[in-house]
């Protein structure tokens, strides 16, 4: 664990560690930070639970505002850095962190390494849909892409949804402004006729943002801007929902009435949906597993983040995602 990346830092951490060691009494977590921060945190817990933490001091520290140039040429013994150090030397299984993401693309890449022919690496995450989940990527990682990287970010999302959904047969997507195929950038309407020529592939053409939650694919594939404008907009909405569903107005029998017989399915409905309850985004394409939490993460939505790793990490979806990349190039080569 990047200890001190996030708006709460260790205050979230250190509490969703407690919870994930309560969960799993076979793992053991490394956490990187300033150990005096780290330490008093620690200092009431069990002795069951400390002994099982290991502390890597790190006095260094990435910010949100930290230009990731600089961070690659001046943050090579922060907390950020050092835990993906932990993970290229493979001492560790998986790192996650709540910190600068243009630092951790840039210092994931120096220090984990790509995979072999990955162009971009690509931040995704399953979301739920109406029956079922939906992989959604690149999440910010990328603004601009070309139709090529489109391609790639399929083929790895493919492999990531196989690990978080279970299943084998799935259908990808690309997000664009409506469903016709004269619509959308040149790139993106290069990108579908690229997909729809992969035998690999099972493309089923152009999604909208509504589309994505409505289960229409498997994995929906989109550029950075556009895959973290949707998912931010759809948080927003579901906690606009969540706020005024329990607002009831007092001066309406009829509102407060019925507001009071829905109240205990949409509690529910909420709980589903609350975007914390899917934090934590992989960072495909690295060589490691390296997972991204969300920057304003609670201790709760840093758990999340932390089971994602785990999946991560028993299924080692780097490994396998360099194996899909690998046999994939081969195919061409046949081909060509």
């Given amino acids: 664990m990047d200890a001190m990346g996030g708006d709460l830092g260790p205050r979230s951490v250190v509490p969703a560690c407690i919870r994930f060691l309560t969960r799993y009494p076979q793992a053991e977590l490394r956490l990187f930070g300033p150990r005096s921060q780290l330490q008093s945190l620690l200092v009431n817990q069990p002795p069951a639970f400390r002994e099982r933490m290991e502390i890597v001091d790190c006095e260094q520290v990435i910010s949100q505002s930290c230009n990731p140039v600089h961070a690659l040429r001046h943050k090579r013994e922060s907390s ?33 390494g790509t995979v ?39 083929r790895m999302g493919v492999e990531a949804q196989k690990v978080f959904s279970g299943k084998e047969h799935l259908t990808v997507a690309l997000l664009n402004i409506g469903a016709e195929e004269h619509k959308g950038t040149e ?91 899917y934090n934590g985004a992989s960072f495909l394409g690295l060589e490691g597993n390296v997972i991204k939490s969300h920057g304003g993460a609670s201790s709760e939505a840093f ?25 994939q190039a081969q195919r061409q080569t046949g081909c060509d």
């Fill in 187 to 277: 790139e993106i309407r290069r990108a579908g006729k690229l997909l729809s020529a992969d035998p690999s592939l099972d493309y089923v053409g152009f999604v909208e943002g509504h589309d994505i939650f409505a289960g229409v694919a498997d994995v929906v594939v989109c550029n950075g801007l556009m895959g973290n404008v949707a998912m931010k907009s759809a948080e927003g909405i579901i906690r606009l929902i969540g706020q005024k569903t329990f607002t009831i107005d007092k001066k309406a029998p009829i509102k407060r009435f019925f507001g009071q017989l829905a109240i205990k399915l949409l509690r529910k409905w909420r709980a589903q949906l609350e975007p914390g309850r």
């Fill in 116 to 154: 072999e022919g990955v162009r971009r690496p690509a931040l995704g995450k399953s979301l739920p849909t109406a029956d079922g989940s939906c992989f959604l990527l690149d999440l910010g990682a990328n603004i601009d892409c070309s139709a090529e990287d489109l391609v790639q970010f399929a």
């Fill in 303 to 327: 758990y999340r983040a932390l089971l994602t790793a785990r999946d991560c990490a028993v299924a080692d979806l780097a490994q396998r995602l360099g194996k899909s990349m690998a046999l």
């Fill in 80 to 112: 950020m850095a050092r835990a993906l150090q932990a993970v290229a030397d493979g001492s560790c299984a998986a790192m996650v962190t709540s910190g600068n993401t243009g630092a951790l693309l840039a210092l994931g890449r120096s220090i984990v």
